[in-house]
């Protein structure tokens, strides 16, 4: 890892890989701390010395107090979450003040967005029968999907900073609860009618608490770049959920792969100098879509209990399977990835056996080792794999790549050859401290 550069960290799979562990790692060696996409869909743990951090909206580095932490335009951001979200640091004794902003033109997720959200997935759920596919996309109700549709539709939305400009967003609200109570209707909701007062005065009672964070990150950020500091950006969700490049259409709202940085920043693509990553050394999904690895079976059960694979968003159980190095590929290949951060292998122990995909067959009897972000062809695909031996013993003290079992450091390096990139980080506990960072020249190939 080159210190004094910019680094993005970016989600391989499908998410939850461990990207707020390594963003809180990483944050020591950077001194902004940046959201660029996504909103409180997000779920990222850290654990430091044992005690449990869960972020949703605010950058993993808030627990160094000397770092700035950053929500960047491309955000939607639910207020209330994030007052909830500062408060219940707060009260740990995190410092949340003048080391957090928050930029004016991230957009708000508004209680009607995920009203919305959860109304459409109920009504496409229902109607499971009357299509061949299942058109609910298990989202996880936190109004992501509708309030970046209102970004994309302009006129309806609703950004941070008009939360500080009363006149404008009363006015504003006037017109969209109308809009939108007949919405809402229409989708099934018996709500009564969206007051315009009511939500004005509470979201302008927001804006007031949120005040002193929000400002234009844009300078911020180029100010700080100008000033020699450097920038650790933070994927939320992960690459095959992109929205241009995911398993569309069973994806989210927003480009979380690298590409979404410069959008979602207004920091151009040539500043960022490394991008890391992060994979789980297995497979995991959350909600709907297509996942060709998938071991709906005692192994796939046995991973998700040694993994305790329970989404820290919503608390629905992931579905898990074996290591898809088609799909690592292939986002490695979008987000430009220079390194990989194996996470979660500590799960493996105890395996009698390993399973890496390295290529799919075709239903035309053809294998290609190219991923295909299509929901509908995905499916029809026969992973092919690698079998090779696992181990026996328990990984989690482990401090040195060189310790690891052999069957271990030959899985690590096996991931190396076929990706081409190497692992310079190894994460065998979901502590701070249960990490093995492994020097380039460590790894196989570089
Ligand atoms: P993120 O969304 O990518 O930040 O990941 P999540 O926090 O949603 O999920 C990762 C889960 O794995 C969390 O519960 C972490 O505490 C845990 N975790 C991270 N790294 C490891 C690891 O190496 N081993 C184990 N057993 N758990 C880990
Ligand atoms: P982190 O940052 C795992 C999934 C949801 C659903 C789909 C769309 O913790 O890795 P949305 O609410 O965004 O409209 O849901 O995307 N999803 C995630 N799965 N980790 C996440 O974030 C996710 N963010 C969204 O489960 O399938
Ligand atoms: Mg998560």
Redesign the pocket.
């Known amino acids: 890892m080159k210190m004094g550069s910019n680094t993005a960290v970016v989600?391989l799979q499908w998410?939850?890989?461990?990207?707020?562990?390594?963003?809180d790692l990483l944050t020591a060696e950077h001194d902004y701390i940046v959201r660029y996409n996504g909103g409180a869909n997000?779920?990222?743990?850290?654990?430091v010395d044992g005690k449990?951090y869960?972020?949703h909206l605010i950058p993993?580095g808030i627990l160094s107090p000397e770092k700035y932490c950053v929500i960047g335009n491309g955000v939607v951001v639910d207020p209330e979450k994030l007052l909830e979200e500062i408060e219940s640091l707060e009260q740990r004794g995190v410092t949340v003040a003048d080391n957090l902003k928050i930029s004016d033109r991230a957009h708000v997720v508004m209680p009607y967005h995920k009203e919305h959200d959860a109304a459409l997935e109920k009504v496409l759920s229902s109607s499971a029968g009357q299509t061949d596919k299942n058109l609910s996309i298990g989202t996880t109700k936190r109004g992501i999907g509708p309030a970046y549709a209102d970004k994309v539709h302009r006129s309806l939305a609703i950004r941070m900073g008009d939360l500080l400009d009363p006149d404008h967003l009363r006015s504003k609200l006037r017109v969209i609860c109308a809009i939108r109570t007949r919405e809402l209707d229409a989708l099934g909701l018996d709500t009564p009618p969206l007051d315009p007062t009511v939500l004005a005065d509470s979201l302008l009672r927001m804006g007031e608490k949120l005040k002193p964070h929000i400002v234009d990150t844009v300078y911020t950020l180029h100010e700080a770049i100008d000033d020699g500091k450097t920038i650790l950006f933070e994927g939320?969700?992960?690459c095959l959920l992109d929205i241009d490049h995911g398993t569309f259409p069973y994806v989210t709202s927003s480009n979380c792969s690298t590409l979404g940085i410069p959008s979602g920043t207004g920091i151009p693509g040539r500043n960022i100098d490394q991008v890391v990553g992060?994979m789980?050394?297995y497979t995991t999904r959350v909600g709907e879509g297509p996942f060709p690895t998938e071991e709906l079976t005692e192994t796939g059960d046995r991973i998700r209990e040694?993994?305790?694979?329970?989404?820290?968003?919503t608390g629905r159980p992931r579905r898990c399977g074996w290591l898809d190095l088609v799909a690592v590929r292939y986002s490695a290949m979008i987000c430009g990835t220079t390194s990989l951060a194996c996470?979660?292998?500590?799960?493996l122990s105890t395996f009698d056996e390993l399973k890496i995909c390295t290529a799919y067959k075709l239903p035309d009897g053809t294998v290609t080792d190219r991923f295909i972000p299509d929901a509908h062809r995905l499916p029809s695909l026969t992973p092919i794999y690698e079998t090779m031996p696992g181990w026996s013993e328990e990984i989690?003290d482990a401090t040195d790549r060189e310790t690891l079992p052999p069957e271990a450091r030959h899985y690590l390096e096996r991931i190396e050859a076929i990706t081409g990139l190497p692992i310079d980080i190894?994460?065998?506990?979901?502590?701070r401290a249960?990490?093995v960072r492994s020097s380039p020249a460590a790894g196989a190939v570089g």
């Open positions: 989600g998410g939850d890989e461990g990207k707020g562990k390594i963003v997000a779920g990222h743990t850290v654990v449990k869960a972020l993993s939320a969700n992960a992060i789980k050394a040694r993994g305790n694979e329970y989404g820290t968003t996470m979660l292998l500590d799960v989690t190894i994460s065998v506990g979901p502590d249960q990490t």
